[in-house]
């Protein structure tokens, strides 16, 4: 038997923005990291509202290929 790996990051392509924790969990990082990161810009993220944070998928893709 195969056993076919998952590509997480391929498979958050098609999506147009992700949360926090699901960039913390890509990232291997936690939950109040990805948090401080965003406060601090390292994270480019976008404001849904008052407590609504989202990172756009092309940004968290753009920022990984800098480093």
């Not at 038997?1 to 890509?26: Q, Y």
Request: glycine share 4%.
């Amino acid at each position: 038997m195969s056993t076919s790996k998952t590509d997480p990051i391929r498979d958050f392509r098609t999506r147009p923005t992700l949360t926090i924790g699901e960039v913390a969990d890509l990232l291997t990082v936690s939950k109040s990291t990805a948090y401080r990161w965003a406060r601090e810009g390292v994270l480019p993220v976008i404001h849904l509202g008052s407590k609504s944070v989202r990172v756009r998928t092309v940004d968290l893709l753009a920022l990984l290929d800098e480093h």
